[in-house]
């Protein structure tokens, strides 16, 4: 009964390739959000959507396009993927803006 | 600019020795300063929210403590399954994110 579950967990491809990242949350929350996690562990901010509204597009490359078809769901599609898009991608949701953050298990992309 | 920074980068404790993990942050309009905990391969688990000075809470054997440029998080007596990282976050004014700290490392040794 996961409250904030994404899939895949692994996610080996090659240069070039196109894939995607799925998110659904189950806590009825209206926030949702996509952060990268780099090698030193550092969380940073990539989108936010309040109600299927794009709130924050941190100045991320437009290969990657986040796509919330619900209030639920928040899906991360990322174009000709690239060694540097190698990280962990964490899928988070909030009740608002500004309470605490549920996150998912996380996606370890590893671009080849 | 928000910020907020975390220390000591990494922490090494025998099992039983009480230590405190700092969070410093500069955030206009403090709404909230969060607690979570990290373990490999996971994602940051909820654990504290903070929202005035001088407020304490408490989980087994974590308090987190709030002033009004840091918060500590105090770990009383830590066993070996307390090892984790342990991220403090801060939402910005105004806006639907939240900066993280870099997190500080706890090895709890047996």
């Known amino acids: 009964d996961t409250a904030v579950s994404q899939t895949p967990k692994y996610l080996v491809t090659q240069m070039g390739n196109d894939k995607s990242i799925k998110c659904e949350q189950n806590l009825g929350h209206d926030t949702m959000y996509w952060y990268k996690q780099d090698s030193k562990k550092f969380l940073k901010i990539m989108f936010s959507y309040n109600n299927k509204e794009l709130i924050i597009n941190e100045t991320v490359p437009n290969r990657f396009s986040p796509k919330s078809p619900d209030k639920a769901h928040l899906n991360l599609h990322i174009n000709s993927l690239e060694l540097g898009d190698s990280a962990v991608y964490f899928c988070?949701?909030?009740?608002?803006?500004?309470?605490?953050?549920?996150f998912g298990q996380g996606t370890r992309l590893t671009v080849v | 600019e928000d910020q907020v920074t975390q220390s000591p980068e990494a922490l090494r404790l025998q099992e039983g020795e009480s230590s405190s993990l700092n969070c410093s942050y500069t955030v206009s309009g403090l709404r909230g300063l969060f607690w979570y905990r990290q373990d490999p391969g996971k994602g940051p688990e909820f654990l504290f929210t903070?929202?005035?000075a001088g407020e304490e809470k408490e989980k087994e054997r974590l308090k987190a403590t709030l002033t009004k440029k840091e918060s500590f998080l105090h770990i009383t007596a830590p066993k070996p399954e307390d090892s984790a990282t342990y991220l403090c976050a801060a939402p910005t004014s105004g806006t639907y994110k939240y900066i993280f700290g870099t997190g500080t490392r706890l090895k709890v040794l047996a």
């Open positions: 988070a949701s909030s009740q608002v803006g500004d309470s605490e953050a549920f």
């Open positions: 903070l929202y005035s």
